[in-house]
Every structure is written in C-alpha cells, then in structure tokens.
C-alpha cells in the first residue's frame, strides 16, 4: 500500500493520478482532511480515509498498512507546519510504513527569510532523526505561482515587483511524476535528500514580463520597486499582512539565489525534458 497525504490538493491530486497509471489503485491509499471531497478516487478504486495533520490517531488510521506514505507538505507556516509534518512521520513509522517520503524545497534553509523555507529544514531535521527511511523531495519552485506573481501585469502593461533574482520555475505536473516514480521505483538514487528537481531552466520577473507580453500580445514592462512599496501596495488591495510579509521573504530569497540554479535530475528521472515555465504561462492564461 503507498499512502499519499493532501490528496485533495493540487500536487497530491497530481500524485495520485500518475500512481494510477502505474500500479493497481487497490494498492493506492489517501489521506485527506475532507474525505467527501475525494469521492472521484474512491469511485475508481482507491482507499480513502480521514487524516488529519492536527490528529495522530486518524493519521494512525490513514496509514495503515502503508509500505510508503507521501507526505506532502502542509499549505500552513511555522508550527502549525512543522508540528504537522512530525505528527505525519511519527505516524508513518508507528504505522509499519518502511520509507516516508516527503516534498520539500531547493531553497530549503533555517536561515531564508521566505517562511515556508525554514519549515521545509525543520522537517528536514525530523526526517533524519526519525530513524526511518526517507526520501526528501526537494522540489523547484512551482511554476504556477510565476502567474500568481503576475497579477494585472497584463491589463495595466507593467509587472511591478521588488529586486528579484533567477528561479527554476517547475511544472506541478513534472514533480508529480517525480514523485509517482519515487513511490513505486527502486529507491536507491533517492534515499535521503534529492538533488534540486527543477525545470531545465531560470528565468527572473523580467524573464517573466517578457514572456507574458510574447504570450498575451501585449506589451509588459518591468517595474522594480522597494520591498515596502511592494508590502504597502498588497496591503492596500486588501491582501492580509502576513501573505504580504510571505512575498516579499520570497523575492528576498531569490536575490539570495535560493530557489537557482537549474539542475538536470529532474529530467534525467522523468527521461524527457521539463516543462517550461512559459507552456505554464500559456496554460494559466488561457485558462
């Protein structure tokens, strides 16, 4: 049995679609939060419990019989994560699974100053002092989100953002199947921390305004403005202030070179190449 958690979001729903087209899904489990809302994966096949980061005992349950479970990371910061995650590997190995597998991050560090990354190190530590076999995941940084960064940018004609510098932006779709291949293949060149599995590229926001204007046929110019004029104006829109101290870490990152550069083992995995931030772009933006 391979468990995969947050089944129900976007990279876990992923995870477990390219399970399904590798082993039988009898031999698939989920934990999710919502049970109900998993009802498409019960249909064709697949055990879905109840599990909750915040309650060992139904993580107990979800697991059970798992020779791997997937955690996939909490869409939290901070203890809320953290403590989740332990809750998840400490369940894991009470539950008899032989490997947890977990999806971290590249820009993975104690130290960064976007807040998602030190919990990814966090866990990282109670992965290594479980005492069980892991897999740490360590994927680029999604793609999807070089849209959300984008905003208006395509009605007002100007990608306003801090100093930024180059990010591996990467398919949800490719480390989905990453995954997918770490759960069911020989573990091996995955045991323990995995090298940056990122897209064959880096591309900064002016890479991004660039491609949005190729895309869009619009003109986009890009706009760089301080990290407190970039806070004040996503306060302003309404956007609460621990979301706009979250982005602006982000940026601080990247000028770190935290989330660059590009490496090759994604792809050498999947055997093909990456998916390129820009087909991403294009999806968003006929979606």
Same mark, same amino acid.
């Given at each position: 049995?391979?468990?995969?958690?947050?089944? *129900?979001?976007?990279?876990?729903? /992923?995870?477990?679609? #390219?399970?399904?087209?590798?082993?039988?899904? %009898?031999? @698939?489990?989920?934990?999710?939060?919502?049970?109900?809302?998993?009802?498409?994966?019960? =249909? !064709?096949?697949?055990?879905?419990?109840? =599990?909750?980061?915040?309650?060992?005992? +139904?993580?107990?349950?979800?697991?059970?019989?798992?020779? #791997?479970?997937?955690?996939?990371?909490?869409?939290?910061?901070?203890?809320?994560?953290?403590?989740?995650? !332990?809750?998840?590997?400490?369940?894991?190995?009470?539950?008899?699974?032989?490997?947890?597998?977990?999806?971290?991050?590249? =820009?993975?560090?104690?130290?960064?100053?976007?807040?998602?990354?030190?919990?990814?190190?966090?866990?990282?530590?109670?992965? %290594?002092?479980?005492?069980?076999?892991?897999? +740490?995941?360590? *994927?680029?940084?999604?793609?999807? +989100?070089?849209?959300?960064? /984008?905003?208006?940018?395509?009605?007002?004609?100007?990608?306003?953002?801090?100093? $930024?510098?180059?990010?591996?932006?990467?398919?949800?779709?490719?480390?989905?199947?990453?995954?997918?291949?770490?759960?069911?293949?020989?573990?091996?060149?995955?045991?323990?921390?995995?090298?940056?599995?990122?897209?064959?590229?880096?591309? $900064?926001?002016?890479?991004?305004?660039?491609?949005?204007?190729?895309?869009? =046929?619009?003109? @986009?110019?890009?706009?760089?403005?301080?990290?407190? $004029?970039?806070?004040?104006?996503?306060?302003?829109?309404?956007?609460?202030?621990?979301?706009?101290?979250?982005?602006?870490?982000?940026?601080?990152?990247?000028? %770190?070179?935290?989330?660059?550069?590009? $490496?090759?083992?994604?792809?050498?995995?999947?055997?093909?190449?990456?998916?390129?931030?820009?087909?991403? /772009?294009?999806?968003?933006?006929?979606?």
């Amino acid at each position: 049995m391979i468990v995969v958690t947050g089944a *129900n979001g976007q990279l876990g729903r /992923l995870v477990v679609e #390219k399970l399904l087209d590798r082993v039988p899904a %009898q031999e @698939i489990g989920v934990s999710v939060r919502e049970p109900e809302r998993a009802r498409a994966f019960a =249909g !064709r096949g697949v055990r879905v419990r109840r =599990g909750d980061f915040a309650d060992a005992a +139904s993580l107990l349950h979800a697991f059970e019989d798992a020779a #791997k479970v997937l955690v996939v990371s909490a869409d939290a910061v901070g203890d809320t994560a953290v403590k989740g995650h !332990r809750t998840a590997i400490e369940a894991a190995a009470a539950a008899g699974a032989k490997r947890v597998l977990y999806t971290s991050h590249m =820009g993975a560090d104690p130290a960064s100053p976007f807040p998602p990354m030190p919990d990814h190190a966090a866990t990282e530590r109670d992965l %290594q002092r479980s005492g069980i076999p892991f897999t +740490s995941l360590r *994927n680029g940084f999604y793609a999807t +989100s070089a849209a959300m960064l /984008l905003g208006a940018a395509v009605e007002t004609g100007e990608l306003r953002a801090p100093e $930024d510098g180059p990010v591996a932006w990467t398919a949800h779709t490719d480390l989905a199947e990453a995954a997918a291949l770490a759960l069911v293949g020989e573990t091996d060149e995955l045991d323990g921390f995995t090298p940056a599995l990122t897209a064959a590229e880096t591309v $900064d926001m002016a890479g991004i305004a660039e491609t949005a204007s190729r895309i869009s =046929g619009r003109t @986009i110019r890009r706009v760089v403005v301080s990290d407190a $004029d970039y806070r004040a104006g996503l306060v302003g829109h309404g956007v609460p202030e621990a979301a706009a101290d979250l982005l602006v870490g982000l940026f601080a990152a990247s000028r %770190q070179g935290a989330f660059a550069p590009a $490496d090759p083992a994604l792809a050498r995995l999947l055997g093909r190449p990456t998916v390129p931030v820009e087909d991403v /772009l294009r999806s968003a933006a006929t979606a």
